[in-house]
């Protein structure tokens, strides 16, 4: 028999935190989270998520073992104002076990049930910001810190319960030597002159705070029309404005603006601390901070995380002007590869965005949905 336990104390939530360590302890393409970070994201009353969204830990035993969790969210945004009647689930893993599996989502389903909603749907986060998607393709790469790793088995794990393939994500990575300016220098050129607009670059990050309230409005509206696009709310952007853009080196934000110094375009490039994470296990101290400065510092891969335009400015080849800076970047930096995160096989724009760097898919995730 397997035992479900909801984490609701500090040592459970630890419990649940802890159980991919070890999973994929062996593991040498999963990428540990920070423990200390990922505490904070559950603590209710620090995370300004759950002003907007509920959220259930549940622990599976058996034979006394930690063999599973699973995280049920409920965005009360997305069902109520969005009209969307959807049981998120997210944090999911198990072992090779169907029982494990099928008990853990059948409480995600139950408690969507419980709540009127008409369907389920996983991996995601609590935002569009979280995670999200299973792995099912690219399983013996390194993963990055912000994607889930997961074992093969997981997709048949799914598929067993009656899960169908909702949305498919794809991952694509391109020396950073592909970035040549011949493909828009003298576009980007054309573009600022025809739109009145300009680049702006940072060189710390306290620059950038006076302009972050922007770029998340930004976000807003450039994502707005994706599928499953929750906005983030006032509290959010204060959040994710304190959490992340000082783990972001100031040099790979870069900002378009027009005469009126409106933002109509960002983007946001981290670095990669896979490697350093895989060292450090999870944690800060005593000298994992160290070590992450530094991967900051010197890493020689980086990810895109994130690329926004004003819906005003879409196909109108803005997107060059912050192309052509990042060129500057990463030849001063020697920057060897780039990443993307997984982005919406549907999105065409963002392909096109993409095709002159001659990238490669070497992920594919996906979400699974089943109705109730």
């Not at 997305?78 to 999911?92: A, C, N, S």
């Not at 498919?168 to 050129?189: I, M, W």
């Not at 100031?250 to 409106?262: A, H, M, Q, T």
Request: with cysteine; net charge positive.
């Amino acid at each position: 028999m397997v035992q479900l336990k909801e984490a609701t104390s500090k040592s459970d939530l630890k419990r649940f935190i802890k159980f991919p360590f070890s999973l994929y302890k062996d593991s040498p393409y999963w990428v540990p989270p920070l423990i200390s970070d990922e505490l904070e994201t559950f603590d209710k009353s620090k995370n300004p998520n759950f002003k907007k969204a509920e959220a259930w830990f549940y622990l599976a035993y058996k034979d006394n073992k930690l063999v599973g969790r699973v995280m049920a969210i409920i965005n009360w945004v997305e069902v109520k104002e969005q009209k969307v009647k959807k049981m998120r689930f997210g944090w999911f893993d198990f072992i090779d076990d169907p029982e494990v599996s099928l008990t853990l989502l059948n409480k995600v389903k139950s408690i969507g049930e419980e709540n009127g909603l008409e369907f389920i749907e996983g991996p995601v986060g609590i935002t569009n910001l979280d995670k999200v998607g299973v792995l099912i393709e690219g399983f013996e790469t390194r993963g990055t810190m912000i994607t889930w790793y997961n074992f093969p088995y997981y997709q048949k794990h799914y598929e067993a319960y009656g899960l169908k393939k909702e949305k498919e994500y794809l991952e694509n990575r391109f020396p950073a030597s592909n970035t040549k300016p011949e493909y828009f220098n003298k576009v980007q050129l054309l573009i600022k002159k025809r739109y009145n607009l300009r680049e702006m670059n940072f060189s710390s990050t306290e620059e950038i705070m006076p302009w972050a309230d922007q770029m998340f409005d930004l976000f807003n509206e450039s994502y707005a029309k994706l599928a499953s696009f929750v906005p983030l709310t006032k509290e959010q952007k204060l959040y994710f404005k304190k959490k992340y853009l000082r783990l972001i080196n100031p040099e790979y934000i870069k900002f378009v603006i027009d005469s009126n110094d409106r933002v109509v375009a960002f983007a946001i490039v981290m670095p990669s601390f896979a490697k350093t994470l895989q060292k450090i296990k999870g944690r800060l101290f005593p000298f994992g901070f160290i070590q992450l400065l530094r991967a900051k510092k010197h890493s020689k891969d980086v990810i895109f995380y994130l690329i926004g335009v004003h819906p005003e400015y879409q196909k109108k080849g803005v997107t060059a002007i912050i192309m052509n800076q990042y060129h500057k970047v990463f030849q001063e930096k020697n920057i060897r590869n780039c990443y993307r995160t997984p982005e919406l096989e549907e999105n065409k724009d963002i392909r096109q965005l993409w095709k002159n760097f001659d990238p490669e898919i070497y992920k594919r995730r996906r979400t699974y949905k089943k109705f109730l």
